[in-house]
């Protein structure tokens, strides 16, 4: 397969002269794919349609070996994803769609802010829904993806499926270079357990009606698990000596557990419901803001799983609800490491005696112990953030 991807990547170059040949072979993988689409219920006039013509995505081809080096700070990210700009883009989307939104949160129980903070994230509220065939793009990750060709395969099965159906014209079914779809980025086999029907009209169209598309997002919320009524999670302040043990990734408290360890929320604010449970989490070590978080913060993962994501979600639709920034400032020179750096502290903890495991540039549990169990010895604060600043040290410590 490896193979396979390299020479569609060459064929694919406008610079290079086997693009007919690549073709050639695309073609031969499209016909011989229509017995499985076949089977799956796709009409040979649907799949002739969708696919006929077809020549695989170049951009898609070169995205999905595409393997940046550059990670970029959770600051940078928040500052992009809850600009003023989304902030009040988000704030007049509520005035313009109030009647939808509040009958979409009496309707699924996930507040309006929420399923508006998603869609800002996913699309900027519709201003770029991605500009791939989404046909075509599933069908070239299908051909020559060098994992998950089944995942591709069914992906792409259901895309045709929704065209077959009625819901979208092929014209409209355009989304992301991985064959996400519409306003609020659905896979298909997503859109076909989780999309809805706001306005009853039989169709599911996530692409040109944003009614439907607000809808689906609110369902695929309810039914991961969204607690009505409660929120995502809160930042909080640590106190002095603080056990950062705690922040494991593993450790759920009470709210009145997390106060009695001396953590409060910022502001001088109170926690509405003591006995909510939630995780805290440290996104840039000690030096940054700490936030507690429920398990609606989990639930937005479910939509993308990354705690950036998720924070910024939350955080947004706060803001668009007339909150206020983050009160703790982010430690700028505390930057975080690419997967080859971790891959190197990894390497350098597993050599001086402090266990991680593989090194798989992964900052999972067991290396946020062996970072923890390696700052306790040398007397740095133990709250297991992998940082060019920690990284730098354990280098110059022999």
Not at 130 to 149: D, I, K, M, N
Not at 202 to 224: C, E, F, M
Not at 327 to 338: E, F, G, I
Request: avoid cysteine; hydrophobic fraction near 40%; proline fraction near 5%.
């Amino acid at each position: 397969m490896a193979s396979l991807l390299f020479g569609a990547v060459l064929a694919l170059g406008a610079a290079f002269p086997g693009k007919a040949l690549a073709d050639r072979s695309f073609e031969r993988w499209v016909a011989s794919f229509w017995p499985t689409a076949h089977a799956a219920g796709v009409s040979r006039a649907t799949y002739d349609a969708a696919l006929s013509g077809l020549t695989p995505d170049a951009d898609t081809i070169r995205l999905m070996e595409k393997q940046s080096e550059f990670v970029k700070p959770i600051w940078d990210y928040l500052g992009s994803a809850v600009s003023d700009t989304r902030v009040e883009t988000g704030r007049q989307m509520l005035k313009d769609y109030a009647e939808v939104l509040s009958r979409i949160e009496r309707r699924f129980g996930v507040d309006k802010e929420v399923v508006l903070a998603v869609w800002g994230m996913e699309t900027n509220y519709g201003s770029f829904k991605g500009e791939h065939y989404v046909v075509r793009a599933l069908a070239t990750l299908a051909y020559a993806a060098p994992r998950r060709q089944s995942f591709w395969q069914q992906e792409l099965v259901t895309a045709l499926l929704i065209i077959q159906a009625g819901h979208v014209r092929p014209a409209d079914m355009e989304g992301s270079w991985a064959g996400a779809m519409g306003h609020t980025q659905f896979m298909p086999t997503s859109w076909k357990r989780f999309s809805a029907d706001y306005d009853g009209d039989g169709r599911h169209d996530i692409w040109t009606n944003v009614p439907d598309a607000l809808a689906s997002t609110a369902n695929y919320l309810k039914q991961h698990g969204w607690v009505s009524g409660k929120t995502w999670g809160y930042e909080v302040t640590l106190p002095r000596g603080f056990n950062y043990g705690l922040a494991d990734g593993e450790t759920t408290l009470s709210l009145a557990e997390w106060a009695r360890h001396g953590v409060t929320r910022t502001g001088g604010r109170s926690f509405p419901r003591p006995d909510d449970r939630a995780e805290l989490i440290l996104p840039a070590g000690a030096n940054g803001p700490a936030f507690l978080m429920l398990k609606n913060f989990f639930v937005i993962k479910r939509y993308n799983n990354a705690n950036a994501y998720a924070l910024a979600v939350g955080h947004l639709a706060d803001r668009i609800r007339g909150g206020e920034p983050l009160r703790t400032a982010w430690p700028l020179n505390a930057l975080p490491l690419s997967r080859e750096q971790t891959v190197d502290l990894q390497n350098l903890l597993n050599r001086r005696g402090f266990s991680v495991g593989e090194a798989d540039g992964m900052v999972g549990p067991a290396t946020r112990r062996g970072i923890m169990a390696y700052q306790r010895a040398v007397g740095l604060v133990p709250d297991g953030y992998a940082s060019v600043i920690l990284l730098q040290a354990i280098r110059s410590d022999g």
